[in-house]
DNA sequence: TTGTATCCCGGTATTAGTATCACGTCCATG
DNA sequence: CATGGACGTGATACTAATACCGGGATACAA
């Protein structure tokens, strides 16, 4: 075992994650938003049911896009309470 | 085959945002920064080198985090071509 | 009813990210 | 010179993300 199983918190931070953009994608399609970011709709319902709790980060960047949705927001409100914002003592 | 094999310009967008987060980086350590974002010193390496183009996106958030750089700055210096790539034929 | 459009889920296939191991190198220190 | 730190690279292992395929359910219009 050399990869990180996905802790049980990333699955749910991702639930979390996908219920943002879902959030944001308000009443337009998945299709249409899908289209915008350039990934498919399977991507995009992954990623919002969290079936995807990890995206990679251009794929999201650019849902973020498509969305009009500030990524440094969605790691905050996903990213609160873990050690992934350690290292602020600058 | 149904995944996309990473076309050049994504490989190459990894290397620029490869270098980005290395110019981040500066005189600190990988060690250090690879432990403040909780991510091992060879994944740090590879993203940095370029050698992983599209990292995971709670990954790139660590490591901006850790490195205090905005995603949405490493998003926007590196995903301008996402659109771009419709017209980039170079 | 039929047709269309949206959403949803299962499986499948391939690539890619992440982590560990082992090697070598450079630089600074003892 | 020897040692230790950090950097770099290659190989290896395993999980995960992405895309495609088929299915289904619901709602609205013709």
Same mark, same amino acid.
């Given at each position: 075992?050399?990869?990180?199983? @996905? %802790?049980?918190?990333?699955? =749910? ?6 219920? +943002? +953009? ?5 009443? =337009? %399609? ?9 990934? %498919?709709?399977? /991507? @995009?319902?992954?990623?919002? /049911?969290?079936?995807?709790? /990890? ?7 650019? +849902? ?5 949705? %500030? @990524? ?19």
């Amino acid at each position: 075992m050399v990869r990180t199983p @996905l %802790s049980p918190w990333e699955r =749910r931070r991702g639930e979390h994650f996908g219920a +943002l +953009l879902r959030a944001a994608r308000g009443d =337009r %399609s998945m299709v249409e938003v899908a289209a915008a970011a350039g990934v %498919s709709v399977e /991507t @995009l319902r992954k990623i919002e /049911t969290g079936r995807a709790p /990890t995206p990679a980060f251009f794929t999201v960047a650019a +849902l973020g896009a498509a969305l009009g949705v %500030s @990524l440094d927001e969605l790691a905050l409100a996903c990213g609160r309470g873990e050690e992934a914002a350690e290292g602020m003592s600058a």
